[in-house]
C-alpha cells in the first residue's frame, strides 16, 4: 500500500471541518485531522505541503457534449461575436487560415445583437468563400445557420423547412449530421482531448455526455467511450424505445450508461422551440414538440423495466407536462418505487411549476439544472423576458423550490452552452437573479459534486465527500478566505454560527475572485496540475 499525506491546508469535509491534513492510501481517503498526528499515524506516507490551498472534492459535469465543446475550444469560437458581421469577420479569417475542409463554428447568439437576426446564407457564402461547407450552431445548439454548399449537401429537409431561414428542428437536425460527418478522426479525437483537458483544469473528475443520433452520432459516441484520458465519462444516449429487449440492445450495442440526456421532448427558448403552454411573446406559437405523451411512457416503462437509467430534456413548461404526465403513467403501472430506483432524470427543467415540482419530487425524479442559463439570459432585460414576458421570466429555475421538495440536485453547464466553469455554475445557482430561487451556497456545492455523482447513478454516500472511506477525487484551490453563509435571501442562523462546525467555501459574492485550480485527482491519480 502506498499512502500520501497531505498537510498545511483546508479541508471541506463534514466529519473534519477544521482538518488541516488528510492521508490517502491506495486511492480512498483514510483519514482527515491535525497534522502532527497525521504524521505519527503515517509515518512512511509521501508528505505533499499544501501551503494554505483550499482541498475539496472534485466537480462532476452532469450535462457535456465533449466534441462539441472541443470543436469550440480548437476552432471556430463565436461565443464572443457582438453582430451578424463579427460572425462573418471570424469566418473569413478561419476559412484564410484553414482553405480547405468543413468550417464548424459555436455560440452565436443573436439575442445580444442590435439586429436581433443571423447572419444570411448569402453572406455565409460570400464570407467563407463558394463552394465552402459552413455550419454555424446557435449557443443553445437547437438551431444553426449554414452556406449553400452544406445546404446542397443535406438534400431534401422537408416541407417545413424555408431555404435560407435558420435552421430548427428537424432540418437542423439532418444539416448538423452531415456537418459533423465531415470531421475526421483525428480531429474528433483533437477536440476531445481539448475538452477534457479544459475539465480537468477545472477541477472536474468526470462528465456525463448527452450524446444522441441527432447531436453527435454514434461513431461519437463510441469513439468517446474508448478514448482514453484521466477524465471519467458516464454517456447517456438520447434515443427513444418502446421495449425493454429494444432498450437492452441498444445500452449493449453503443456501451453506453444510460438512456436519456438530451432525449429531446422540446427544444429551447432561444431557438423558440422550447414547448410552452401560451404563446411565445416575441413570435407566433409555442414551440416544437419531439415526443408526446404516449412516446415518454413507452420509452420510461421499457427502461424501468429493463433497469436502465432513462432521462429527458424537457424546457417549456408544456414539454414539463408530458414528461410528468409519462412519470406518472408508469409509476401508476409499475409502482412509484420501481421508478424511483432507477434514478430516473430531468434535463434542464426550466418552467417547471409548483405542481410538477412536487409530482417529479414524489415520484423520485433527478434534475440535471444549469444555473448558468439564468446567469446568461435571465433578468428584466434578457432573453427569457424578450421571449416569455417578465411575468413569465421570472418563474424560470427555481432552484430553491425543487430543492425545498426534496428533489435530488445536479448542475452542470450544458457546455458548449455555457462554459464548463464549476465555481461560475456554483455561483450562478447562488446569486439567481430571481429573489427567492437562489440555493445556499452549501447546497449548490453539494449538488455540483455529490449530487452529480448520484445523478449518474452513484449512491454509495461517499462520491462527493471528503471523509474516510470517500474515493480520493478532489480537487486543490488557490482560494481566498473560508466563509460560511446562507442563501442570500434566507436567514439560516445555526449553520453560519461558527460553533456548528459547518465547513466553509470560498466567496461566492458578486465580483469576488473565484479558485482557481492548482491539481485535480482522482481516485489518487493526478490528472491535471497547474
Same mark, same amino acid.
Given at each position: ?368 439544472v444549469q444555473p448558468g442559463f439564468d446567469a446568461a439570459w435571465g433578468g428584466p432585460e434578457g432573453m427569457y423576458a424578450t421571449r416569455l414576458g417578465a ?5 424560470? %429555475? ?22 464548463? %466553469? ?56 488557490d482560494a481566498g478566505d473560508l466563509v460560511v453563509a446562507a442563501a442570500a435571501d434566507t436567514v439560516q442562523r445555526w449553520s453560519t454560527d461558527p460553533r ?22 482522482? %481516485? ?7
Open positions: 500500500m502506498s499512502t500520501q499525506l497531505l498537510i498545511g491546508g483546508r479541508f471541506y469535509s463534514s466529519s473534519s471541518p477544521d482538518a488541516t491534513a488528510m492521508a490517502v492510501t491506495d486511492g480512498t481517503v483514510v483519514w482527515l485531522g491535525a497534522e502532527a498526528p497525521g504524521r505519527a499515524l503515517h509515518p512512511d506516507a509521501e508528505i505533499i505541503d499544501l501551503d494554505g490551498a483550499f482541498v475539496a472534492p472534485a466537480f462532476v459535469d452532469p450535462h457535456v457534449h465533449v466534441t462539441a465543446l472541443g470543436l469550440q475550444l480548437t476552432g471556430l469560437d463565436l461565443s464572443g461575436a457582438t453582430s451578424p458581421s463579427a460572425v462573418l469577420d471570424r469566418v473569413r479569417a478561419h476559412a484564410a487560415a484553414h482553405p480547405t475542409g468543413i468550417i464548424i463554428g459555436e455560440g452565436w447568439d443573436d439575442t445580444v445583437w442590435p439586429e436581433q437576426r443571423p447572419p444570411t446564407v448569402a453572406e455565409l457564402d460570400e464570407a467563407a468563400g463558394p463552394g465552402r461547407l459552413v455550419y454555424l450552431a446557435r449557443v443553445d445548439a437547437h438551431s444553426a445557420v449554414a452556406s449553400s454548399a452544406l445546404l446542397d449537401a443535406a438534400g431534401d429537409l422537408g416541407d417545413g423547412h424555408l431555404r435560407g431561414a435558420p435552421l430548427r428542428g428537424d432540418a437542423h437536425h439532418r444539416v448538423r449530421t452531415v456537418a459533423l460527418a465531415e470531421l475526421d478522426r483525428a480531429q474528433r479525437d483533437s477536440a476531445r482531448a481539448a475538452a477534457l483537458d479544459a475539465a480537468a483544469a477545472q477541477g472536474i473528475v468526470a462528465v456525463h455526455e448527452c450524446a444522441g443520433p441527432d447531436i453527435s452520432g454514434r461513431d461519437d459516441v463510441r469513439e468517446l467511450l474508448a478514448f482514453d484520458h484521466g477524465v471519467q465519462v458516464r454517456a447517456y444516449w438520447g434515443q427513444a424505445v418502446r421495449t425493454a429487449d429494444e432498450a437492452r440492445a441498444l445500452v449493449g450495442e453503443l456501451g453506453v450508461h444510460a438512456l436519456g440526456g438530451d432525449l429531446f421532448v422540446d427544444g429551447s427558448l432561444g431557438s423558440h422551440t422550447a414547448l410552452l403552454r401560451d404563446p411565445y411573446t416575441d413570435v407566433a406559437g409555442c414551440g416544437k414538440s419531439f415526443l408526446d405523451v404516449d412516446a415518454v411512457t413507452a420509452h420510461l416503462r421499457a427502461c424501468t423495466e429493463a433497469g436502465i437509467q432513462a432521462g429527458f430534456h424537457a424546457i417549456g413548461d408544456a414539454a414539463v407536462d408530458v414528461v410528468v404526465a409519462g412519470f406518472t403513467r408508469v409509476a401508476a403501472e409499475l409502482g412509484g418505487p420501481a421508478v424511483a430506483a432507477r434514478g430516473h432524470r430531468v434535463e434542464h427543467a426550466e418552467m417547471a411549476d409548483t405542481t410538477a415540482i412536487t409530482q417529479l419530487a414524489t415520484l423520485g425524479v433527478i434534475l440535471s411575468e413569465r421570466a421570472t418563474g424560470l %429555475n427555481p432552484f430553491s423550490a425543487m430543492a425545498a421538495a426534496g428533489i435530488s440536485l445536479a448542475i452542470g453547464s450544458d457546455a458548449p452552452v455555457t462554459a464548463m %466553469n464549476p465555481w461560475e455554475q456554483v455561483r450562478a445557482a447562488v446569486q439567481h437573479r430571481t429573489a427567492g430561487h437562489g440555493l445556499s451556497p452549501r447546497a449548490a456545492f453539494a449538488a455540483a459534486t455529490r449530487g452529480a455523482w448520484r445523478a449518474g447513478g452513484v449512491r454509495d454516500g461517499m462520491a462527493g465527500t471528503l471523509v474516510p472511506g470517500a474515493p480520493a477525487s478532489y480537487a486543490v484551490w456548528s462546525r459547518v465547513p466553509g467555501l470560498p466567496s461566492l459574492a458578486p465580483g469576488a475572485d473565484l479558485p482557481t485550480c492548482l491539481r485535480t485527482v482522482h %481516485n489518487g491519480t493526478t490528472i491535471y496540475t497547474a
